[in-house]
């Protein structure tokens, strides 16, 4: 069946980094744009980035431009945030998504378990 | 920036028909798509495309959308589908969702 499965949340100091990985299963991965999609605590969703199949196409949230990083292996079935220069609000629970149809009109599913990123000193 | 607006709670009794709206300056003129998070759980989508279902989404759950409003509507409401629901819909190359609204089956 589908499968996203997020790793490397944990606790980070402000001004830190660290990278997300989300491993794809159970479909064609490069036929795919890919999602990464936040919650802080208690609070709504919030787009963060989003990657077309064949990495041509990218985009952010204005919220991390400049400070996150989407890539994708498509060899490895993976997705990746790098995040860098965090800030307390970035603490959040980061799901990867699988795009369907095409960026700009599309919707997100499945949606991943998460993994959750805190930032705090 | 583009802004979709949902109010912040629905309540229901049960076997009764709610109705979640989802606001936004001509959002009639783009696709917009509900999910359903259940707590501790992630988001699941349960319509697409303004009124398209999932497989495996119950008939009960049904979306419109025109003018300025989409709506998510749950007929005869069970005690399963107390959630969280968020719509969402692209503006240009970004991803909006609205604050949610959280839906009580008393």
């Known amino acids: 069946q589908v499968q996203l499965v997020e790793s490397g949340g944990g606790l980070v100091k402000p001004g830190g980094s660290l990278r997300l990985s989300c491993a794809a299963s159970?479909?064609?991965?490069?036929?795919?744009?890919m999602n990464w999609i936040r919650q802080a605590p208690g609070k709504g969703l919030e787009w963060v980035s989003y990657?077309?199949?064949?990495?041509?196409?990218?985009s952010y949230a204005d919220s991390v431009k400049g400070r996150f990083t989407i890539s994708r292996d498509n060899a490895k079935n993976s997705l990746y945030l790098q995040m860098s220069s965090l800030r307390a609000e970035d603490t959040a629970v980061y799901y990867c998504?699988?795009?369907?149809?095409?960026?700009?009109?599309?919707?997100?599913?499945?949606w991943g378990q998460g993994t959750l990123v805190t930032i705090s000193s | 920036s583009y802004e979709l607006t949902q109010p912040p709670s629905v309540s229901v009794s049960p076997g009764q028909t709610a109705s979640i709206t989802c606001s936004g300056d001509?959002?009639?003129?783009?696709?917009t798509n509900w999910y359903q998070q259940k707590p501790g759980q992630s988001p699941v989508l349960v319509i697409y495309?303004?009124?398209r279902r999932p497989p495996g989404i119950p008939e009960r759950f049904s979306g419109s959308n025109s003018g300025n409003t989409a709506t998510l509507t749950i007929s005869e409401t069970q005690a399963m589908d107390e959630a969280d629901y968020y719509c969402?819909?692209?503006?240009?190359?970004?991803?909006?969702f609205g604050g949610g609204t959280k839906l009580t089956v008393l």
């Open positions: 998504a699988r795009g369907i149809a095409s960026p700009g009109a599309g919707w997100f599913d499945p």
């Open positions: 159970g479909f064609s991965f490069s036929d795919y744009y």
């Open positions: 990657i077309s199949s064949g990495d041509s196409s990218i």
């Open positions: 001509k959002l009639g003129d783009k696709y």
């Open positions: 495309q303004d009124s």
């Open positions: 969402q819909a692209w503006d240009s190359r970004t991803v909006v």
